[in-house]
């Protein structure tokens, strides 16, 4: 059975930095994309950022809003992927999700495109 679970949410002040994990069990995620995404309170889910099968900076996309502040990392041999969030601010309130896509792959912007999700944790950065 595949299970996704976050861990590393909290309540933290405007730049501050948390980092979040993933720890991903049931089978080889490899071959995945894994992704993070988040929503917050009568929000849609929406793409933060995503990691390519082969672990590199040249695979892995962020939403415009995070780029330069979180980074996504990955370690295939151990099924885990981490998200390094620097520099928070009150926009980056949500609860975060990590998921996983298997090939063949689709759209990494997409919530549709992925078949295995965690529980999520929420992040609260006060002003």
């Known amino acids: 059975q595949v299970q996704l679970v976050e861990s590393g949410g909290g309540m933290v002040q405007t730049g501050d930095s948390l980092r979040l994990s993933c720890a991903a069990s049931?089978?080889?995620?490899?071959?995945?994309?894994m992704a993070w995404f988040r929503q917050a309170p009568g929000k849609e889910r929406e793409f933060v950022a995503a990691?390519?099968?082969?672990?590199?900076?040249?695979?892995?996309n962020y939403d415009d809003s995070v780029r330069g502040r979180f980074t996504a990392s990955r370690d295939s041999a151990k099924n885990t992927v981490d998200l390094q969030m620097n520099r928070l601010k009150p926009e980056d309130t949500a609860v975060y999700y990590c998921a996983a896509m298997p090939p063949p792959w689709r759209a990494y912007r997409e919530p549709q495109s992925y078949a295995y999700w965690g529980q999520g944790t929420q992040v609260t950065v006060s002003s």
């Open positions: 990691l390519g099968w082969s672990a590199g900076a040249g695979n892995t």
């Open positions: 049931g089978r080889s995620f490899s071959l995945y994309y």
